[in-house]
């Protein structure tokens, strides 16, 4: 059972934040700055590089790397230490983190899917309507959704050498437009063109690399993180690393990270078969482990009741206003996110999980999940190799 994050500040509850441990979103400006880029601070104290890539392996959790330390022999050798990926835990949050260096009441990517007033319910990493699938690229530019500056741009404008090293398929998606425009984007195929790029760009001077991984998520939805098939893909992820890090310039900087862990469901409710979890209720959003609820005007206090007294122990259940209070999506949400954020939240315990299997039938049957507070979702590594 994953453990539950703990606060000694009162106006937290437990497994609210970890505000001990530095935030993904710290990863680029640190690595920039590391670059003598103006502007941004090295928080992490990675120290001067001459190049510098941030490779994140998407779902790598910081307690499922420590479980399997003989299969990833590499990656638990490199000098590490622990981030919080902010709430949601989830690939969309932490992906704009990256892109922007802030945290999602400032970027705005404040789920899987959530509503955009005026246009309904966005699935961030397909953009398109949650209810129907119709493409919202028109409707939604991605330059409007997420219209802050990117951490690629800044590097770039800089003089900076800023690529993507991602999968091809991912090269024009609406995603890849909101959160790294401004790099030029290496699109790849498998993990052998992705060290091969990824040590490409790492080989020009003064250069900053970003580098994604997907498929040890894709397996821990799909077997549960810590199956044998999870554990053979983290097994091939430390071989990408070694190779990595065999292959560093002199002075070149790797540094590993995640967007999120992950946990194994073993109880659920079905949202869309439970009344009372529907009344007063127009719009749901979220995630499994993490929903945005949206009120019918007027119902909030009720739908905010409903949802305390049917969820029980099994979530951290919080109106609008105390999400925002109690900073789960960051210490500043803009005007422009806050009516993103569903009028309740509603944050998964232990392993429980909120499914809808009827609006959500491929989401609802996947064994792993993530979006929540637990430590196994909100802890990832931070591992870092120096070229010699």
Known sequence: MPSIIAAGDPKWEAGVVLTEHPHLSQVVPSALAALGVGGFTDTLGFGE???????????LGWE???????????????????????????????????????????????????????????????????DDGGDLRGALPPEEVQPLPTTFARAAAAGVRTSVVSEAKFADSALTHAVQRGARYRGVHALGDLAARTLDALGEPRSFCYSYHSE???????????????????????????????????????????????????????????????????????????????????????????????????????????????????????????????????????????VRELAEAVESSLLGQHGSLTTAEQLVPLAVASGR
């Not at 590089?49 to 779902?59: E, K, M, N, R, T």
């Not at 992820?237 to 292959?247: A, M, N, P, T, W």
């Not at 099994?314 to 209070?325: G, L």
């Not at 500043?332 to 806050?338: A, E, T």
């Open 216 to 354: 040890l998520d894709f397996l821990g939805h799909v077997y549960g993180p810590g199956s044998t098939a999870w554990r053979m893909q983290l097994r091939q992820v430390d071989r990408l690393v070694e190779s990595i890090v065999e292959g560093l310039p002199p002075g070149a900087l790797l540094a590993v990270v995640a967007d999120h862990g992950m946990v194994l469901i073993d109880e659920k409710i079905d949202i869309d078969e439970t009344p009372e979890l529907l009344a007063g209720v127009r719009a749901i959003g979220g995630e499994t482990r993490a929903r945005h609820v949206y009120a019918e005007e007027g119902a909030e206090a009720e739908v905010l009741a409903a949802w305390r007294e049917i969820l029980g122990d099994r979530a951290w259940v919080y109106s609008r206003e105390e999400a925002i209070e109690r900073e789960l999506f960051g210490t500043s949400v803009s005007d422009r996110v806050r009516p993103r954020i569903g009028n309740v939240v509603a944050a998964a315990k232990d392993s429980f999980g909120m």
């Open 49 to 59: 590089a001459s190049a510098v890539c941030v490779l994140l392996v998407d779902g």
């Open 64 to 130: 499922l790397l420590k479980a399997h330390p003989e299969d990833a022999p590499v990656l638990n050798e490199l000098r590490s230490s622990q981030l919080r990926v902010g709430y949601p835990s989830t690939t969309a949050a932490g992906l704009a983190a990256i892109g922007t260096g802030l945290s999602s009441g400032e970027h705005g990517m404040v789920g899987y899917t959530f509503e955009v007033p005026g246009a309904g319910v966005l699935n961030a990493l397909r953009w398109c309507s949650h």
